[in-house]
Structure formats: C-alpha cells, structure tokens
C-alpha cells in the first residue's frame, strides 16, 4: 500500500510505501496533507531536488461501480486502486418520488406548480442527473489523482457491450459476424447478467456453456433474452426439454430464471450513455486518453492470471498494460458516493404535505454533518477518544455515532466531500495453490479488515 506524497509546493512527488510515509512523520519530516487518498506533504523538498517517474491513470467505467488504478509507467507497480459506487439509482428514485408528489398535487389542486417544458433547451453533452453523477465521480476522482500524482497520460475502457449486437445476432456483415469479436460480446453480456454462475445449479468458477432457455430444435430464438448460462452437466440434463419440464420440481429457480431472463439492458445501457461524454472531459483535463475495448481488458487480466475484480479490470485496460503488474500488498480504497445533501428546505411526508424545514445555517463550530473527526473526551459517560462522521446540533453537542461530544473536544481529521470510504480487500501472491492443484488462479484472495469497517488513516 502506497501513501502519495507531494512538495512543500504542492507538487507530486513519486509515492512511497505507507512505512515510509510513517517513518517521514514520526521524524517530523511530513505532515498529513490529506486523508482520502492518504498523501503527506515533504516540508524540506522540492520537485527540483526529486526524480519523479511518470504514471498512468487507468479507469474501468461501470453502471454501478467503476474502477480506478494508479500504475508506473516503468515498473508496472500499481501505486493506488479504487472501486467508486455510484448513486445513479437512488438518484433516479428521488426523482421519480418528486415527480409523483407534484403530479398528485396538480391533481388535487391544493398546491398548482406549473409544469414547465416549453422553451427549454438542454445544453452540449448534456446527460439525465443519475448518469450525470457517474461522469461527474469518475471525473471528480481523475482529477484528484492527477493533483497528487505525477501524471503522463489516462486510458479508459471506451466500449464493453455492442448492445445491436447482443439484441439482433443476426446484423448483416460478414466481417461482423465471423471477425475476431464473432458472438464475443453475446458471451461476455451472459457472463455479465448472469453473474458467472450456472443459472440452475448455481455453481461458479467451472466452465460455463451458453443455454437456449427455449430450446432452438423446439423453435427458440438466439435472442439474448433466450439465452443464459449453465454448466455442462446441467446442459446435458436439460438437452431439448423445455425449462418448465426441466425444472418441473424447482418453480423459485424457474420463477428466477424466466424473472432474470426479462431483465432490461439497462446496466450496458448506462455504461453506453456515459462513456463518449466521459472521454471528452477526461481529453479536456489537457491529458492524452488512451481507449480500450472490454475484449482487451479481459484478455490483459487473463493472460496476467488476475481474478475479477472492478480496480484489476482498471489495471489492465488498454495496449499500454505492463506485460508485469505488481499488486503485491495493494489494497483498494471503496469509495462510496452520498452526495452533499438535498437542495430541497422543505421536507415533506409521504402525501407531500411540509412537515419540517431544514435550517439555514450549515456549520456549526466551524464542522458540518458528514466530517470526519476524532473526539476526545477527558471525562464523562464517553470517556476515550472515538474516531468517526459527526452529525451537528446546534446550540447542542454533537452525535458521534451513539457518542454525544461537546464541539470543543472534536478535531477534524478530513472534511465532508460527498464521499464515504472503506478498507478493501489485499490480494496477495499465493503460488503453493498453483503447486498443490487447487485453483489455477495464482491470487488469494484475503481480508485484512474486519467486517467493512471505515477507513480512519
């Protein structure tokens, strides 16, 4: 794990190892310049007097999660990884829940609010508020890692699933068709869908076969509606039956599979909206972007013996991955986006009656609710120090959790930005597997932390 470390001028530096950065404070070297991500702050060094190696910022978009990796250029180390949860979904909840209360109110006519859609125009790139945010978190965390550290150049995963394709197997061209990516993308759409599980044993990790779910010989299409996943043992049981004589004897997995079957495109979708928006504004930070394809990215991982993971996919899209990647001791950062709170000063019950008004005032004591402080209390019920988000009252002490603080004993460890964040999980090298016949893949997978708790640096 890495620390970034910038000059007395505020200027990237080539990060360190988190021991170092430990050693640089304890000797009052460094000081803390921020949390999230963890950078120190050199108080006797300059770019001048450094030699600062170049960098890669690789991202991996999502519909729900994207990933994030920080890779020299020179020694293919990954110095930094995230995965970034986004909050598309509760966005457009929120949404849909406004649009409603206003409809019910046009309706009754107890409060007429005007619908306004005329003569309204959207601008350039302009993009529905819940994949806005996606753009907007990927971009925001891009440019964070460009201040900290030293940057040549970005690469982002520009197309995963060609969504014609998928829908009309059919499309006319035969380069299309029978070229190299020739049903690639009908695959990697299942593997994607169904969770690269077998659909009626649920077993993972064993080869997996494509499955008409009305069988073709009884006239079934190869809709990627008709299509799933399932082991090879299931395939053979299943041959030419249909699935309701197949799973005669299991109606939740039938009611499961027909459910998940139906299911929208609407994640691949997501991911196509977003993706020409969000290369134009990483081109516009001033940095060259290099584009990958989702068959580049699997066959970098494979080929590396990586398992699956969003901040690994990161890390290995486009041409320019390192033939080596060293991950050794990595721990990705979990970031999750919350927002910085509501615009509205008027809440409402479930009938959209006002029923409080949030206050105006947002500091208190110079904190806000959502910043990260260490509390500590000399004497009392919650004697200690405690470390964690506090809520502000005013005129009142704090909420710490179930901790009440007087303001006077907090101290700000990191501000609120929208952000929440957590300790992932270390992969560390486990060649015996490999020797003793177990799993092919030479990664173990190990937690290092306890139950997800917060990342308090």
Sequence with gaps: MHAFVVD??????????????????????????????????????????SVVPDHRIKV??????????????????????????????????ALE?????????????????????????????????????????????????????????????????????????????????QGTLAGYEVREYLLEKWHRTCAYCGKTGVPLQVEHIHPGSNGGTDRVSNLTLACEPCNRRKDNRSIEDFLKG???????????????????????????????????????????????????????????THWFDAACVGASTPGHLAVTGVRPLLIKAHGHGKRNRCGTDKYGFPIRHAPRKKFEKGFRTGDVVQAKIPAGKFQGVHTGRVAIRFGQNFQLGKVSVHPRHCFAIHRADGFEYLSGEMFVPCPQRQEEGGNSSPWLNRKLHLGGKPLWL
Excluded at 10 to 27: D, F, G, S
């Design 8 to 49: 007395k001028d505020k200027k990237p530096l080539n990060p360190c190892r988190m021991a170092r950065a430990r050693l640089l404070l304890k000797q009052g070297r460094a000081a803390v310049f921020k949390r999230f991500p963890f950078t120190i702050i050199l108080k006797d060094r300059t770019v001048a007097r």
């Design 250 to 308: 299991k109606p939740e997995v039938l009611a499961r599979i027909q459910r998940q079957a139906k299911a929208p495109l609407r994640d691949a979708a997501a991911v196509n909206a977003t993706r020409w928006e969000l290369l134009r504004r990483l081109k516009a930070t001033g940095m060259p972007v290099e584009c990958g394809s989702g068959g580049r990215t699997k066959w970098n991982r494979t080929m590396r013996g990586l398992p699956k």
């Design 60 to 93: 991996d978009p999502g519909s729900k999660t994207t990933g994030m990796a920080v890779i020299a250029e020179d020694t293919g180390r990954v110095v930094f990884a995230a995965e970034i949860a986004h909050r598309g979904v509760q966005i457009n909840v």
């Design 97 to 177: 829940s406004r649009r409603a209360l206003r409809r019910s109110r046009r309706n009754r006519k107890t409060r007429y609010r005007q619908p306004r859609f005329d003569h309204r125009t959207r601008p350039k790139g302009w993009l529905p508020p819940s994949l806005e945010s996606r753009v907007a978190n990927v971009l925001t965390w891009a440019k964070r890692l460009i201040a900290r550290v030293s940057t040549t150049a970005l690469s982002q995963e520009l197309a995963r699933f060609d969504l014609q394709q998928v829908e009309n197997p059919e499309i006319a061209g035969v380069e299309y068709q």
